[in-house]
């Protein structure tokens, strides 16, 4: 392995689930900007004899990071923006990659030791952008790890309301991040989750760490994040895109650790004529069927997790949940099916008092 600089480093230990991760960088704002993304879906441990896995972090001194590559070898790219990989060299259970994390971004080269548990992360020296290169590695860590044990992947939003999880089911662009924001501004619920989550086998409920997309017909401070367009039945809608980090500083909100499932709340447009913005009715069980199913349609951000190249000595890939066991599991808890007229008037329409009687503590003001 490349020699790394270990004469000032600072160290963190991540936990989630029971799986622990060590962490090590040359600076401490660099791990801050790794636990920022990740906590509190994970917690911050006194470091371990054993851990299950190391990554090392280091710089490259030179202009542009590492050169290494290999144009006559195969790249593999992930899904939804993410790393593209080339296998520089593989043997003796040593595995040395090269890779962008964007196509336009500099070099980092990452080597692993299968025997010693532990993955080397070279990265450009003073290129900001490449921590993305660290949040990625810690959650293929996890993600892995956590879906090969039985957990399973939601497209969903989620919040904490008096210790529970509150579920969102719906389908792209339903309204799950708007009920969520509205959630928090509104009910004083703590944020888990914008479009990912992850449940347990024993219904525990992980907010899964993503940027947070909001629709700007929100009260929410357009001076941060990103704006993007985009068109949903032919009508344009505008997003603001917001770090986990620019989403708690500007807005204020406060997250959630992991915590047991509590409700669910699935979201479905209603062509009915003069039907009202929004009118929530006791969730059926094909409802809810129909739901995780879609919930569970995530192959991407699945495969993007997955740890294809043993990168943090886990497992490679992982099916796809069963929709009944999951749609069995959710209806264990109170849940309603909102049936919203105008999509439109989701930022705004008496949500709250519709699930009343349906989903406990959505009263404004309890």
Known sequence: MTRLDQSVRAETELRLAGYRLHLSAPTGALLERVTSVLVPACEVMNLAVEPDWSVWIGEDPRPGGSEETAADRPELVLPRGGPRLTVLDNQGGRLRVSGRYRPDWATAVIEVDACARRTQLVLPAGDTRAVRWCDWLAKVFFASRLLQAGWRMLHASAVAIDGRALLFLAGQRGGKSTLAHRACTELGAAFLAD?????????????????????????????????????????????????????????????????????????????????????????????????????????????????LLGLTGGPRTSGSADADDVARELSEVPGALLRVGDPTMVPTAPVWDALIGLVPGVAVGT
């Open 195 to 307: 479009d990912l989550v992850l449940l347990g086998p024993d219904g525990t409920v992980v907010g899964w760490p993503t940027r947070v997309c909001l629709p700007v017909d929100l009260p929410v401070p357009r001076a941060v994040g990103t704006l993007l367009d985009g068109v949903v039945d032919g009508q344009v809608r505008r997003r603001l895109r917001l770090t986990p980090a620019e989403h708690r500083t500007a807005l204020g909100v406060t997250y959630s650790p992991p915590l047991p499932l509590g409700m669910v709340v699935v979201i479905a447009r209603t062509d009915a004529p003069q039907a009202p913005a929004v009118r929530a009715v006791p969730l059926d069980r094909d409802a809810l069927a129909s739901a995780a199913a879609e919930a569970l349609d995530v192959p991407a951000q699945r495969l993007f997790t997955s740890d």
